[in-house]
């Protein structure tokens, strides 16, 4: 069996955790073997299942670090699901090449961008490893067009561009927002 990568990537409540669902939901019919893993950091909606936003959920080990998830990986699984990968370290892009290489077929789904509107973590990177890209959108909570970007808010007012840029958390904190109504104060013009 190849092996691959696969990434779903978008902003938030684009769809991303719904179709790694359905990913994994389809596997078994094909005899696959299939583990789900999810960032410890995330508990917003339960411990020990990626779920999605609107209530869809699949059981998942919860894991502190990519090394600890390649740890758990049982020998006869054929395919590993990653959610929320934005908030995984950089070893996560050799864990996916490690297990990719060993023939498992690796989904992984996160935000390719933070609230700022700037690349996350290591989703560009692997990104450009894996065999397909999938770049999900939403409809933006302003004017309904499709929508690229999360929008933090805070206190219902668009979150600074000095804001921590990990913040776990859903509608009470983001919105999906286009181009066009995509807010960040004090953005400066170039990265130094």
């Known amino acids: 069996m190849t092996g691959y990568v696969r990434v779903i990537s978008g902003c938030m409540f684009s769809g991303k955790t ?5 990913q994994v939901r389809r596997a078994p019919y094909a005899k696959h073997k299939v583990q789900v893993f999810k960032a410890s950091l995330d508990s917003r ?13 699949i059981e998942a ?12 990986v049982n020998k006869d699984t054929t395919i ?5 990968a934005q ?9 996916c090449e490690i297990l990719a290489n060993r023939g498992i077929g690796v989904i992984i789904a996160g935000l390719d961008t933070d609230f700022r509107g ?18 999900k959108q939403a409809y933006c909570s302003i004017c309904g067009r499709p929508a690229s970007r999360s929008q933090r808010l805070v206190s219902g007012e668009p979150a600074p561009y ?18 066009d109504h995509h807010v960040v104060p004090d953005k400066p013009l170039f990265v130094e």
Do not use: N, W
Not at 18 to 22: F, K, T, V, Y
Not at 80 to 84: M, R
Not at 87 to 94: C, G, I, P, V, W
């Open 18 to 22: 719904e179709e790694l669902i359905s």
């Open 87 to 95: 908030f995984f370290d950089a070893d996560l892009l050799s864990v």
């Open 45 to 57: 909606y339960h411990v020990s299942s990626v779920v999605a936003h609107h209530d869809v959920s």
């Open 162 to 179: 000095t804001s921590p840029v990990t913040l776990v958390g859903g509608r009470e904190s983001y919105e999906a927002r286009c181009r």
């Open 118 to 135: 700037e690349p996350f973590g290591v989703m560009p990177q692997l990104m450009a490893i894996a065999e397909e890209v999938l770049k």
């Open 61 to 72: 080990s919860a894991v502190t670090s990519a090394r600890e998830l390649l740890s758990i």
């Open 80 to 84: 590993v699901a990653v959610d929320e």
